[in-house]
């Protein structure tokens, strides 16, 4: 119940193309879903992020789709680059006095230019 | 650079040694978490200090132990290693208990064990 299930593993995209990366989970108790972004030899930097009392949340070019009825978000990468390049992982974590972070499997994303 | 620091960058070791990796965690903040990420597991938590306390456990192996120090730096101790234990090790940090504002993570440590 605590798994985050991430699609696809990997995507290659058109500079310029939408990136649409999606994550499911079953844990209802989930209550914070942030997306990190990781490049080789460094470590995952936080994203964006949304809490389930909104549906969607846009940072530039990044919005976070969110479906609390089915369970369901999303990480949409509008005209992607090829800096975008890199592996995208989706997380959720609980309330408590130790939120650690459920990830996803993570997405590798190639922007070809 | 995050601000969360971690020696060493790289370690390679052979089987059934014992090795220390060492964090610093970004000023100001007070949680500390250990996560490994290999190609087979992903990203897992290991195990969460707040301000020199245990407060969380994750899949953290009984040959695996942390600790927190008095100037918030953490130490994960990883022993008797076997192949499987290669992984790149993360640690991150966050001002309060929770991941409420997200965390920070270090570069990691690339660990080989041969």
């Known amino acids: 119940q605590q798994q985050v299930k991430q699609s696809p593993q990997s995507l290659i995209v058109q500079k310029g193309g939408i990136s649409i990366i999606n994550c499911a989970y079953e844990?209802?108790?989930?209550?914070?879903f942030p997306w990190y972004q990781q490049f080789p030899g460094k470590g995952p930097a936080l994203l964006i992020a949304?809490?389930?009392?909104?549906s969607e949340k846009k940072e530039g070019r990044f919005t976070i789709s969110f479906n609390k009825s089915a369970k369901q978000f999303s990480l949409h990468i509008m005209d992607s680059q090829p800096g975008d390049s890199a592996t995208y992982f989706c997380?959720?974590?609980?309330?408590?006095?130790?939120?650690?972070?459920?990830f996803g499997s993570g997405t590798q994303l190639t922007v070809l230019p | 650079d995050s601000g969360v620091t971690q020696t060493p960058k790289h370690l390679i070791t052979a089987t059934g040694q014992r090795v220390t990796l060492r964090c610093s965690p970004r000023?100001?903040?007070?949680?500390v978490y250990w996560y490994q990420q290999s190609l087979d597991q992903g990203l897992q938590f290991l195990i969460q200090?707040?301000?020199?306390?245990?407060?969380a456990k994750g899949n953290i192996l009984e040959r695996f132990s942390a600790q927190q120090f008095p100037d918030l730096h953490s130490e994960l101790n990883l022993s008797s290693l076997e192949l499987g234990d290669s992984a790149l090790y993360f640690c991150?940090?966050?001002?309060?208990?929770?991941?409420?504002?997200?965390?920070?993570f270090g570069s990691g440590t690339r660990l080989t064990v041969v």
């Open positions: 991150a940090s966050s001002v309060d208990l929770g991941a409420g504002y997200g965390y920070t």
């Open positions: 844990n209802t108790a989930f209550d914070y």
């Open positions: 949304i809490r389930p009392d909104v």
């Open positions: 997380a959720a974590t609980t309330s408590g006095s130790a939120r650690q972070l459920t």
């Open positions: 000023s100001g903040d007070l949680s």
């Open positions: 200090y707040y301000n020199g306390e245990e407060r």
